[in-house]
């Protein structure tokens, strides 16, 4: 399986353990607890696997920074969370980075 979409299911996979520590209240409601072990169990595991083919430092970036992002994003909707222009700046920069890091990476 290509690497870049088993790093595409970590990120997807962080996401939900995240929201679902989000759900769980300081861990006070076991039904979001269990999506919680199990998002960021897969997720790591997931990650793991992509490291076999992408450079840590590559594999790392993409999954914390898009991982940052979607949680934002799930947090504006879900939680109705505020993104301001701040936060839209710094998202901005994350993917920048993430891309730099990338074009000069050594092979």
């Known amino acids: ?21 989000k759900l769980s209240n300081g861990f006070t409601k076991a039904g979001p607890i269990v999506f919680v072990l199990i998002g960021y169990g897969l ?11 992408i450079p840590l430092g590559t594999a790392y970036a993409v999954w914390a920074g898009f991982g940052t992002i979607c949680a934002a994003i799930v947090g504006k909707f879900l939680f109705h969370e505020q993104i301001g222009l701040p936060q839209l700046l710094g998202m901005l920069l994350v993917i920048a980075g993430i891309v730099i890091l990338h074009l000069f990476q050594a092979n």
Do not use: R, Y
């Open 1 to 21: 399986m290509n690497p870049w979409l088993i790093l595409f299911f970590a990120i997807a996979a962080e996401v939900v353990g995240t929201t679902s520590m």
């Open 43 to 53: 997720a790591l595991v997931l990650l793991a696997k992509s490291m076999k083919d």
